[in-house]
């Protein structure tokens, strides 16, 4: 049977491995300092989503 924190879950583990692909993008950037700039950009937009929906997520009482 299926628990009621499996979507939040699923979506979880879905933001960690969007974020570390995007972290690893940093690290293997070129140098560029545009390149970097832009990465360091997608890395920041993709820390804020994932510590939003964490922080949404918590606040349910789901996760009570």
């Known amino acids: 049977m299926a628990t009621t924190t499996e979507p ?10 969007l ?3 995007t972290l690893e ?8 300092p545009a ?4 990465m360091e950009l ?3 937009k993709s820390l804020n989503e994932v ?3 964490i922080s949404n ?3 349910t009482s ?3």
């Open 8 to 17: 939040h879950k699923t979506r979880l583990d879905d933001d960690f491995a």
């Open 25 to 32: 993008q940093v690290l293997k950037s070129s140098g560029d």
């Open 19 to 21: 974020l570390t692909e």
């Open 57 to 59: 997520a918590s606040d």
């Open 42 to 44: 997608k890395a920041k």
């Open 35 to 38: 390149d970097q700039k832009h």
């Open 51 to 53: 510590k939003s929906r």
């Open 62 to 64: 789901e996760f009570r």
